[in-house]
């Protein structure tokens, strides 16, 4: 079985900041990574994903995650954040199973 | 990608009663499934819906609650029965694409219930 750990339930930064969105992950088998975005009374958009190749990926808005396998861990990255990047961040795991997801990150950008 | 639509978007209803929920994918898919999200949660998959055969449900959810039906490819229904407030929650349909090599899964916009 796969598991998902979002180590941060809120985070709050300030416009043009960088932030970095903390996944941890569990599987006893090879697995797929990805990086999902919900915006407010809206449903999920995929923000990027890791298949396999290069362990840096980058997705849409100026996101981008690297793929750790020794720390099991798939953090996503911003260098600035715009205010229309609140939403909700959910970092989700694809093994021998359905995507397992985690709790989610809610990102809050103030102006 | 694919679009990816859900009716109805969201509804009001009572409990004891039960709700249909459509997903129709505009592309042909390989695997579609039903997930539930929680106010203020995290998604947990309610099960995969098979074509032409029983859908196979998760840990905690039951055919009796929550059938599902997949008559074709690219179109599935969720039934959530009986229901009570506990039910109150954004349903959302999720697929992998034919067209697509990879595992990746795409969602629907969801469908809001509240159960008064």
């Known amino acids: 079985a796969q598991s998902v750990t979002q180590l941060d339930s809120q985070v709050p930064v300030f416009e043009e900041a960088p932030v970095e969105l903390r996944c941890n992950y569990s599987?006893?088998?090879?697995?797929?990574l990805f990086w999902y975005v919900q915006y407010p009374n809206q449903g999920l958009q995929l923000l990027l994903k890791?298949?396999?190749?290069?362990?840096l990926v980058k997705g849409i808005n100026g996101f981008e995650a690297e793929f750790n396998k020794s720390q099991t861990s798939f953090h996503l990255r911003k260098p600035s954040v715009h205010i229309s990047d609140t939403a909700e961040y959910f970092c989700?795991?694809?093994?021998?199973?359905?995507?397992?997801f985690g709790k989610g990150t809610r990102l809050s950008v103030i102006a | 990608s694919a679009v990816i639509s859900q009716k109805p978007s969201r509804d009001i209803c009572q409990r004891g009663t039960s709700l249909t929920i459509q997903c129709q994918v505009d592309?042909?898919?390989?695997?579609m499934f039903w997930y539930r999200q929680q106010p203020g949660q995290s998604l947990t998959l309610i099960a995969t819906?098979?074509?032409?055969?029983?859908?196979?449900?998760e840990s905690g959810f039951v055919i009796d609650k929550f059938p599902i039906s997949r008559p074709n490819l690219t179109f599935s229904t969720l039934t959530v029965s009986n229901m009570s407030p506990e039910d109150s929650s954004i349903y959302l349909c999720?697929?992998?694409?034919?067209?697509?090599?990879?595992?990746?899964?795409?969602f629907g916009p969801g469908t809001r219930l509240t159960v008064l």
């Open positions: 890791y298949l396999s190749g290069s362990t």
């Open positions: 819906a098979n074509q032409g055969s029983e859908a196979t449900y």
């Open positions: 592309s042909q898919v390989t695997m």
């Open positions: 989700a795991v694809k093994g021998n199973t359905p995507l397992v």
């Open positions: 999720s697929v992998i694409l034919l067209a697509t090599s990879t595992d990746t899964q795409y």
């Open positions: 599987s006893s088998v090879s697995v797929y």
